[in-house]
């Protein structure tokens, strides 16, 4: 398995940070093994408030019960979370094992406010969702 640095340095979110800033990062995130078939959050739920990257396995991306989009390693969800108290506004799913290094909002919080580039990347994040509703397409957001 890839070590934590290198997985974080494939995200937009943080691939303008320096190895040393990824390395403090990184300590910020932990392990999880997820099983086949579980679901990671619920759409409409407060299913924790938890960003997750993909390092091994598959995820299926669910919006009002129908398949969006599929992520794999590398891949990130749960970003909405970290500035929003909202309900989740869609479902992941494990599609095999699959494991995730999973980071709290408060934890990146803490982070983000040493790291103003960061806030900035999660900006244009979502405005991009925002734009991708206007224009009518979906992106797989949650």
């Known amino acids: 398995m890839a070590r934590p640095p290198e997985v ?3 995200v937009p979110l943080f691939s303008g940070l320096s190895q040393r800033e990824l390395k403090r990062l990184a300590r910020d995130f932990s392990e999880r093994d997820i099983k086949p078939g579980t679901s990671v959050m619920r759409e409409g739920e407060m299913s924790g408030i938890s960003f997750f990257v993909i390092v091994e396995g598959t995820a ?24 929003s108290k909202r309900a989740r506004s869609a479902t992941v799913t494990a599609d095999g094992p699959m494991r995730c290094l999973g980071m709290r909002a408060w934890d990146f919080r803490k982070f983000a406010k040493e790291h103003p580039d960061v806030i ?3 900006l244009e994040y979502v405005v991009g969702v925002l734009e991708d509703e206007r224009s ?7």
Request: charged share 25%; proline share 3%; aromatic share 6%.
């Open 120 to 122: 900035w990347k999660l």
């Open 136 to 142: 009518g397409r979906t992106r797989a957001r949650s």
């Open 8 to 10: 974080l340095k494939s």
């Open 60 to 83: 299926s991306v669910t919006l009002d019960g129908g398949q969006v989009r599929q992520l794999g390693p590398g891949d990130h969800f749960g970003e909405l979370a970290l500035v």
